[in-house]
């Protein structure tokens, strides 16, 4: 391809650019437009203003408070009359300190596909992995157990109950403590997972302590989860102050967790033998 | 000018996959004319006006409901005991009955005689009342209509989903000046499971907004507006399905709402609402949609996002002639079966194009005169909204190519947030160019004979014959307990909402259902006479 006018690629330029050093040891960064360094990036957004010239003064002040300079409204439409659409480019005059960004620590298992999930039960288990799922005490808010059991599922993933190799059993809501480890003794379930949205007196967390030490009770010869008991799940969007040892329970799930980081963590929490990847 | 005859499929075919159809959904309508259910009960009650809430939100149709329930039992259905209270009683109306009901103040009783008599002919002065009402709001809808112009198909089908009324009002109009023909208003998750229907105005949704008799008057009435504003009617869709399928059905027939999500199978398979209540319910609402002519919606297009796209191709198909033939047997005209399909599948796989443009085509020539529903991609919608743009594009042009009625317009944050104004004017443009652009093209489209989409759509429609002879020797229960739709597998004992669900003792009496089953919906307005697009 032919390089657009004032390319810094021309011909020539590479014997006398050798790079300062090698990529994977820079330090400071900016965003990458076709040079390096030239911290190119390109935005959207839409202002409640009608288009024209003022809406464009609006959407440069805006790209400068972003900290772009020099920027260019490249596109500007109006959407009916009381609101613009623009498409900004510019430079960001922002620089990343990229050694001083410690590396995440990762989930400690692998994210998991319905069919690798559903493999490693097959191979490992020899048999369906059973759970039930339920909203306990006077939670009536079935939406964040749905979102993980039903097919339906949430964020574009379909729930638990579309892994061919688990076997879910949904209870739904207002389900007692007694109840619930009833069923999970009827039908030897390998997990419970528990759902719990109202928060009002931290009924959420009572009731979670109240769940689990009915489980721990109900299995006094348990020797961890699996080996002896069902694993305990608690999901709900309050739950970022405890920890699952203050609960009694194996494991937290907080806000827009999804159906595949469950299916994951029962794999890797009751397939211990499985690969991981 | 309908694109019709292009795949040359064998007549005899299709005759024999709509009698295996036929054949398959009748147990089930045995079913459904042989039960009732909580909520077809309340539906006889709001159609009877019977509207409000406790003041902890509790409907006075669930009031009086649950009460007759209590003492007489659901199986003789609600309308003898309801109206021989109050014929009898101190109570003025429906309303005063149950407030009185929910204190425990009245003794309800199957009456029998001359009280049996006065009884059921109050309830039916009460249910004529309901469905002359909804007559009215057809009536009213083809005036509309004929007052501000119908748009020319593919209609637009464009959603909104802020949770306020409030705010959906201007987002919605904002749609209909940006070329929207369809609105759609996403419903709050999870109101499917909810065994009543909320009551007026509200604010506060999780991902929609609730459906409630006030919403839709609001949203209605603002889209009435915009329509004459534009000269463009502007039609106007929720969802009747869930466990509160038969008492949304009627809200909106009295509301005038013009389009209803309302699949035969959704509930079960992605819900996990027990199948006997969804078929029950459905029957019941199905009824009231045909009489309200409202255009009902299906929802093939949710198979295609759990099973694969290509593999499960013949299941969509299947569910499509079984919603055909419980809608028809409802009253449904061919005009008001609004069948869904997708564009759903993987973009990586060799002419996946050409294969969406075969399971398209094939749709439109077994359904030559339904107003069919063609969603976009969602599952091979991966964030990256560039090349999404650019799958949604080639959906437009498949639905362009193949004639298809209704199109959802695709987003290209799908998944990611629900759409900003911004998303859906792209969206918009990305339609209009391709509309515009391609014109008649559907025209020119005529794939070769015994070429690639014409073998690949008589390959689906063998596989549907394939499937629905398993069904019929198996019973559509079963086939449903064995997770033949979606994958998922829904036993005709489990779910939600079986509790709700009684065998018609002799003499059951619901005079909404005796007008419903007695009266052609259709006679007297006429067919609707929307014209299937080329």
Known sequence: ?277 | MTPQRKLDLDPAVVGRARRLAARAAEPIIEMARTHTTVSVERALLRLAGLAGADSDGRPWANHLADAVRDQVGLEHGVALPVWDALVNGPHGSLVELAEAAARGRVSFRLPAGTDEANAREAARRAARAGITAIDRRRAERDRVLAEVGDPAQPWIYLIVATGDIYEDIPQAQAAAREGADVVAVIRSTGQSLLDFVPEGATREGYAGTYATQENFRLMRSALDDVSRELGRYVRLTNYASGLCMPEIATLAGLERLDMMLNDCMYGIIFRDINPRRTFIDQRFSRQIHARAGIVINTGEDNYLTTADAVDAAHTVIVSQLLNERFGHEAGLADAQLGLGHAFEINPAIPESFRLELAHAQLVRELFPDAPLKYMPPTKHMTGNIFAGYLLDAFFNLAGVMTGQSIILIGMMTEGIHTPWLSDRDLALENVRYVRDACGGLADDFVPRPGGFVAQRARQVLSESIDLLEEICDDGLLNAIADGTFGITRRPADRGKGLDGVAERADGYFNPAIEILDAEDPHARHGVPTEEVPA
């Open chain 1, 1 to 277: 391809m032919t390089p657009p006018p004032g390319s810094t690629h021309s011909a020539g330029s590479t014997d006398t650019q050798a790079p300062a050093e090698p990529a994977d040891t820079r330090q400071v960064i900016r965003p990458y437009g076709d040079t390096t360094g030239d911290g190119m990036v390109q935005v959207s957004f839409t202002l409640p203003v009608p288009a024209g010239k003022r809406a464009d003064a609006a959407a440069l002040q805006l790209a400068g408070k972003m900290g772009l300079d020099p920027a260019s409204v490249v596109h500007a439409k109006p959407m009916g009359p009381d609101f613009t659409f623009f498409i900004v480019y510019g430079r960001v005059n922002h620089l990343i300190d990229y050694a001083s960004i410690p590396v995440p620590e990762g989930r400690e298992y692998p994210l998991l596909s319905a069919g690798e999930v559903n493999l490693a039960i097959r191979a490992t288990l020899g048999r369906r992995l059973v759970i039930v799922g339920a909203c306990i005490g006077t939670d009536a808010h079935t939406v964040g157990i749905d979102a993980i059991l039903n097919v339906k599922g949430f964020a574009g993933e379909k729930g638990l109950e579309y892994y061919r190799e688990i076997q879910v059993v949904n209870m739904g809501a207002q389900v007692t403590v007694e109840e619930l480890v009833e069923r999970a003794k009827a039908e030897n379930v390998d997990a419970v997972l528990v759902s719990q949205v109202v928060t009002q007196r931290n009924a959420h967390l009572h009731n979670t302590k109240q769940m689990a030490g009915a489980f721990h009770a109900e299995y006094p010869t348990a020797v961890a989860a699996g080996m002896g008991r069902p694993l305990l799940v608690v999901g709900g969007p309050r739950f970022d102050t405890v920890t699952p040892e203050d609960l009694g329970v194996d494991r937290i799930f907080g806000k827009g967790t999804t159906p595949a980081e469950v299916a994951s963590y029962l794999v890797h929490a009751l397939l211990p033998g499985e690969a991981t990847q």
